[in-house]
């Protein structure tokens, strides 16, 4: 890497500073009251009955409560004299290997010592029905075989493609209990119909697979539980696209139009189903959706430990670490991009030794921009978007907005020895 070094080197870096962008903090400060609210509905509580097997549904995504919530319900059914147990409705995600999604679901809390029930994970699945087009439509064949499923999820706007459903209680059915197999399914025509293939499947699974209720979970900008509503199977298609628009409504993003290069610390698939939101960095995989920041280049500097080296995103962003090239996993990281028939988010960035290099490449490889003062932006990740840092060039513009507190004064980026961001 001695001449690429060399290539990059002589680019100065702007000073930076702290910022907290200002959204909306409303949220639920006693999450199981919420969730013990709802599941005492009487059209929600009276579904479970005495001595049924009752599934329930764990997602591949890092959210809020998950794991609480989870218990929480079958700790509920339980008390319904009935016997739950999870699996991870996941699609693809995971290695798309039983092994995988476990680990998956275990990483965030969701053990069988934790919520009191079994996990089972398998990637077999039975065909329950055909959409109006023909297509054959799977789940998985515990969920099948079932007295009972309650589909958990939360709700929010996918990062391909727009619909009335979205992320959340209908998409889970239609791919997530779909495993592998069931999910290529739904994934055959592309994310260009998408917004068609996720309701129609789940539309079959509500009619063809005893579906008591859904239970959704809406976020604020700052990643919290901001609702909690359970959904009967005939509420799920009435209801859920209010939720996702609720949810639209509450998203985080980067308080600014533009940028010459955004630095991303760490992606991963408990962040985004594309490791980075694109609904933030204005990275897509597809060209179905429009928006977020338009920043000339991306970098992304690390991936969570949570994703098991599955590397999903790095593709959308030009310059990544060794980091990231070392935790690659491909046999973790492609069942998710054969699957969805999108190969682009499993791509490579140019990889560079360290973060200054990184940034640096990503700096020089801009055109037409001001050099003395570069348009930097440094994001955690596209979940935890309370505090950012600007470089000096944005100054002017974040005294001036009422939605920003400027929290810092202007320093050097702090690079360790290895030339990593501290």
């Known amino acids: 890497m001695g001449v690429v070094a060399d290539l990059v080197k002589d680019v100065s870096l702007p000073k930076v500073f702290r910022a907290k962008q200002i959204f909306d903090a409303g949220k639920i400060d006693d999450v199981e009251a919420a969730v013990i609210e709802q599941l005492s509905r009487p059209e929600i509580k009276n579904t479970i009955q005495r001595g049924t097997s009752v599934c329930l549904t764990c997602t591949s995504r890092g959210v809020d409560n998950l794991a609480l919530v989870l218990k929480l319900t079958a700790d509920f059914c339980k008390r319904q004299g009935a016997s739950p147990f999870i699996v991870p409705a ?78 959340g209680i209908m998409k889970m059915m ?45 976020e604020n900008a700052y990643d919290k539980t901001w609702k909690v509503k359970a959904l009967t199977p005939k509420e799920i298609p009435e209801l859920e696209p209010k939720l ?34 694109p609904n933030i960095t204005g990275r897509f995989t597809a060209p179905y959706k429009t928006g977020g920041i338009n920043a000339q280049r991306v970098v992304v500097l690390d991936v969570t430990e949570e ?10 962003a030009d310059f990544g670490t060794m980091r990231i090239f070392k935790k690659f996993d491909f046999e973790k990281t492609y069942p998710n991009c054969i699957t969805s028939r999108v190969p682009l988010g499993g791509f490579l960035p ?25 348009r930097l932006i440094r994001i955690k990740n596209t979940l935890s978007m309370d505090e950012i840092e600007l470089s000096e060039a944005y100054y002017q513009e974040a005294k001036k907005n009422p939605s920003l507190t400027i929290v810092s004064d202007l320093y050097a980026l702090p690079f360790d020895g290895e030339g990593n961001l501290l």
């Open 90 to 167: 996941m699609g693809s995600h995971g290695g798309a290997t039983a092994e995988g999604q476990s680990a998956v679901a275990s990483g965030y809390g969701v053990t069988e010592e934790y919520c009191g029930c079994r996990i089972i994970s398998c990637m077999d699945t039975v065909e329950i029905g055909k959409t109006p087009d023909g297509i054959d439509v799977y789940i998985d064949k515990y969920a099948a075989k079932a007295d009972g499923v309650i589909v958990i999820n939360r709700i929010k706007p996918h990062t391909d493609f727009t619909g009335p459903y979205e992320s």
């Open 174 to 218: 239609a791919i997530g209990l779909g495993k592998q197999y069931g999910a290529s399914l739904c994934h055959a025509a592309g994310f260009g119909a998408m917004a068609k293939m996720v309701p129609a499947f789940g539309q079959v699974v509500l009619d063809k697979a005893n579906i008591l209720f859904g239970l959704g979970l809406v």
């Open 244 to 277: 996702l628009d609720e949810a639209r409504d509450r998203m985080p993003r980067i308080l600014f139009d533009t940028a010459d290069v955004l630095v991303v610390d760490k992606i991963g698939k408990n962040i985004s189903g594309d490791g980075m939101d």
């Open 307 to 316: 994703s098991h080296g599955n590397i999903l995103g790095a593709g959308l």
């Open 350 to 374: 140019l990889i560079m030794q360290s973060d200054r290099l990184a940034i640096q490449g990503a700096v020089r490889t801009c055109v037409g921009i001001d050099e003395a003062k570069i």
